[in-house]
């Protein structure tokens, strides 16, 4: 049974945006905090964005000032806002629903590739 279905990836230019999407079901969404990790060919899964306990957020400093992650109660679904990309962001993302030792389900994996 697939818990969380991403979508948005694909192709751009470097400066160009992005929006992730993840759906999950309404009992994860409500009781496991969301994030976003990506991992680039050869080198370790590294969380991005993710929501706190208290609602809060988390990014990586890589992506402060250019990545934004919300969430959207009614349709269960969090959001990766992805603005001034760079090629070194170029990776397969992956949402998450973490619970108290680390992310519990994992989405399918969506690539997002920046280049010219």
């Known amino acids: 049974q697939v818990q969380l279905v991403e979508s948005g990836g694909g192709l751009v230019q470097p400066g160009g945006s992005l929006r992730l999407s993840c759906t999950a079901s309404?009992?994860?969404?409500?009781?496991?905090?969301m994030g976003w990790y990506r991992q680039a060919p050869g080198k370790q899964r590294e969380l991005v964005a993710s929501?706190?306990?208290?609602?809060?957020?988390n990014y990586v400093d890589s992506v402060k000032g250019r990545f934004t992650i919300s969430r959207d109660g009614a349709k269960n679904t969090v959001y990766l806002q992805m603005n001034s990309l760079k090629v070194e962001d170029t990776a397969a993302y992956y949402c998450?629903?973490?619970?108290?030792?680390?992310?519990?389900?994992w989405g399918q994996g969506t690539q997002v590739t920046v280049s010219s």
């Open positions: 929501f706190m306990g208290d609602g809060s957020t």
């Open positions: 998450a629903a973490a619970g108290p030792y680390g992310p519990a389900y």
């Open positions: 309404r009992i994860i969404f409500n009781m496991y905090r």
